[in-house]
């Protein structure tokens, strides 16, 4: 049986990987990756290293599109699948070094292509700070594999061993290190690979025989000092060609990873990981356990291929129904791993330079390029390629073995095809019934999705170009960045996707926004539905409303994020000019006479109570915005939460040892006075507010009562309260 060439890894991979790249369509991550590989090279080199965590990925994915830009989003796509294919050959590549058996060959290819598709469970199919990040990391295992032993054909080894030796020793760990370097440009938690050579240099003069750890020791450093070479040619070449550029950079770096929130977020991603771990840690070693005891059943029974159906039977239910982007079948092939090493600690398979690097690699490479990330332990085979192969390898050198491996590899291969197949990326799950049609839109064109959502889409996209130009500056909020790329737009406030950013970093990121020699777009363009709900598009009209089955998946951070930007754009006094059920879109109209009493109230808060927190209901958010006078319960929009959670919050308030506002503003109590202003709020936030402020205006006049307040200002519309014991 001949070995699987890297080749045919290559041609297996993506021929399986392409009937998925044409269907299914997200207008949310691929939206913000497309765009900004889109703009990347035309902006100069002092924005090209403005996303500082992963810059090079997108210069990488921007080539990529200007080469394949007549193809649109298709021709985006078909980059992904070649390099996820790429990564598949690399990773055949570096464990046919490790295969002692040619039998062994087609099991690691199939478990190479369990990994390809566990990706696809919860990722994008571009070239992006995931995937490439994972190609450079397979470059770089295999370039440390070549540096610990190096390769010496048989057929050439009396005339040229020492030639072919020399050059791995001395040129591979350097390669090694300035692709780690190049890693690190590309996706910066990934330098935490770092830790591969340094601890394998750390362990070489206890584990490896004395012959073999000295010349395996230096190829680790040399790794080490490759890297250090390459940073600082690199940083070299910067200062002198573009220091400011640089100094930019620099800045960014220590000032996004050393902002107070950072420390914050990675500890709730930590502890979140951590959660992931311990709930997949039962099926994981069930996982494990139910190859070896097949194993030894089938040693007991004397037929080896026994072991096969008893893995099959009873692991493709479990992973069925337990799938989760293939973590749990990643912690098994971990605790395989560890379970071989413990059996092996002294045995000479273990102590070889190949083996020991193969498994540092194993266990670390999945953090290396899934970390941190919201959802750490769904990327983490982006990084994973190496480790369930590598466990089928090792552990399953023997023939009862050897079949249990593969009765876990049929199971894993289906389960992950099925997954992929009914789970398209926030897309609607029937691939065959509801995935056909293509928005007609030059850039999406040959991706099909549903037909409500390829309509909306193409009346979205034609509105936007029918009322402004190409390369106009346009905002767009709501999750809906795919629509700057489709329509060739760009974002008015040079963020494509303003939802990611949190709802404080949101206030200041506004403050140009339609303001006096600020930033005006042409248009304004909000989305009604939740485009991260996978069924957008499809849901019928009694259904898309407020609080219902389109807003499924929007938490409390986005809809704060909303109120955020929704009382931004008030202050460009909008018209909407045009809206379907999904999209709206805007016109600024600068200078509405009808903001002018909520303009006097602002000038008022803002005099009496900057700095100091209110109350304020019944009115837009912009007001606690623009007078910079922080909401007493935490939200500049009350309508957003439940009639029970604001109740509670409210209990404490003026009472002993509560809060107490300094100021609270309302409607003035005529009905008349209290429609229009509440009609003016709804402006600001249109219909995907679920709740309204009629449900919370009793509660709001109880905590009123118990405040004692008298009014101190007031105007035809509204009116400002303040307590006794404030000065104002």
């Given amino acids: ?72 989003l298709a021709g985006a796509r078909l980059g992904g699948v070649v ?161 400011p550029a640089l100094q930019g950079y620099l800045d960014q770096l220590f000032q996004t990873r050393g902002h107070p929130a950072s420390g914050v977020r990675m500890g709730g991603i930590v502890g979140h990981a951590l959660q992931q771990l311990w709930a997949n840690l039962p099926l994981a070693v069930v996982l494990a356990v139910i190859p070896v005891l097949a194993a030894k059943g089938a040693e007991r029974l004397g037929r080896p291929w026994a072991a096969l159906p008893l893995v099959l039977i009873p692991a493709a239910p479990l992973l069925a129904l337990e799938w989760r982007q293939g973590v749990p079948l990643l912690m098994a092939a971990w605790i ?14 273990f102590r070889h330079p190949l083996t020991l690097t193969a498994l540092a690699c194993a266990f670390f490479l999945p953090w290396a390029a899934g970390f941190p990330s919201g ?31 593969w009765g876990a590899a049929l199971a894993a291969l289906p389960v992950a095809l099925g997954v992929v197949w009914t789970e398209p990326y926030r897309d609607h799950p029937d691939r065959f019934q509801r995935l056909t049609q293509s928005p007609d839109v030059e850039r999406l064109a040959g991706v099909r999705t549903t037909p409500e959502r390829a309509a909306a889409l193409t009346e979205v996209v034609r509105e936007i170009q029918r009322r402004s130009p190409e390369q106009a500056p346009v905002l767009i909020y709501g999750n809906a960045p795919l629509l700057y790329y489709a329509s060739r737009r760009v974002p008015a406030l040079d963020r494509p996707w303003l939802m990611l950013h949190h709802e404080t970093r949101l206030g200041a990121l506004t403050q140009p926004l339609c303001r006096p020699g600020g930033i005006w777009p042409t248009l304004i363009v909000r989305t009604l539905t939740n485009p991260r709900n996978r069924y957008w598009g499809s849901i019928p009209p009694e259904a898309a409303v407020a609080g219902g089955e389109a807003h499924r998946g929007l938490d409390r951070q986005a809809r704060a994020n909303l109120s955020v930007l929704d009382a931004a754009v008030a202050r460009c006094d909008p018209q909407t000019v045009w809206s379907n059920r999904e999209f709206m879109i805007m016109i600024p109209q600068p200078g509405g006479e009808r903001w002018r009493p909520l303009g006097e109230a602002i000038a008022q808060v803002k005099a009496r109570a900057a700095g100091r927190k209110i109350l304020a209901y019944g009115v837009p958010p912009l007001l606690s915005m623009e007078a910079e006078a922080p909401p007493l319960l935490g939200t500049h929009w009350i309508p957003w939460m439940q009639q029970g959670w604001v109740e509670r919050l409210l209990e404490p308030v003026c009472r002993e040892g509560g809060p107490r506002p300094a100021l609270i503003v309302r409607p003035r109590r005529e009905e008349g006075a209290w429609a229009r202003a509440e009609a003016l709020a709804r402006h600001t936030s249109p219909p995907l507010a679920p709740g309204d402020d009629a449900l919370h205006r009793p509660a709001m006049e109880r905590a ?14 509204y009116e400002i309260l303040a307590p006794p014991d404030n000065p104002s």
């Avoid at 269907?23 to 902006?43: A, C, H, K, P």
């Avoid at 935490?192 to 025989?209: D, K, Q, S």
Wanted: charged content about 10%; glycine content about 8%.
């Fill in 1 to 72: 049986m001949r070995r699987i060439s890297p080749r045919a890894m290559f041609l297996l991979t993506a021929l399986t990987l392409l009937p998925f790249a044409v269907t299914g369509l997200d207008i949310s991550d691929e939206g913000f990756f497309l765009v900004n590989q889109s703009r990347i090279l035309s902006l100069g080199v002092g924005r090209l290293l403005d996303n500082q965590l992963w810059w090079l990925s997108d210069l990488a994915g921007g080539l990529w599109l200007r080469l394949v830009e007549p193809w649109g």
């Fill in 375 to 405: 959802n750490v332990l769904g990327k983490l085979f982006h990084g994973g390629w190496l480790a369930p192969a590598l466990a089928a390898l090792l552990w399953g050198l023997r023939p009862c073995r050897r079949f249990a491996a």
């Fill in 83 to 243: 390099l996820v294919a790429g990564t598949a050959a690399l990773a055949g590549a570096a464990l046919r070094r490790l295969e002692p058996d040619r039998a062994l060959s087609a099991l690691s290819g199939v478990w190479i292509l369990v990994a390809a598709l566990a990706q696809q469970g919860h990722g994008i199919l571009l070239i992006h700070y995931y995937t490439f990040p994972a190609f450079l990391l397979l470059l770089f295992v295999g370039l440390l594999l070549r540096a610990a032993v190096p390769p010496i054909p048989p057929s050439i080894a009396p005339t040229m061993a020492p030639p072919v030796a020399a050059f791995s020793a001395s040129v591979a760990p350097l390669l090694a290190g300035g692709v780690l370097w190049l890693l690190t440009l590309a996706r910066l938690p990934a330098v935490t690979a770092l830790l591969i050579p340094g601890l394998l240099a750390f362990l070489a003069p206890r584990l490896l025989p004395p012959m073999a750890a000295p010349p395996f020791r230096r190829a680790m450093l040399r790794t080490l000092g490759g890297f250090g070479v390459a940073a600082g040619l690199w940083l070299l070449a910067m200062a002198l060609f573009s220091r």
């Fill in 704 to 717: 009123e009562a118990r405040c004692g307040l008298a009014s101190v200002w007031s105007n035809e519309l």
């Fill in 336 to 349: 395989l791993l560890a379970a071989w090493m413990m059996r092996h600690w002294r045995d000479r398979r």
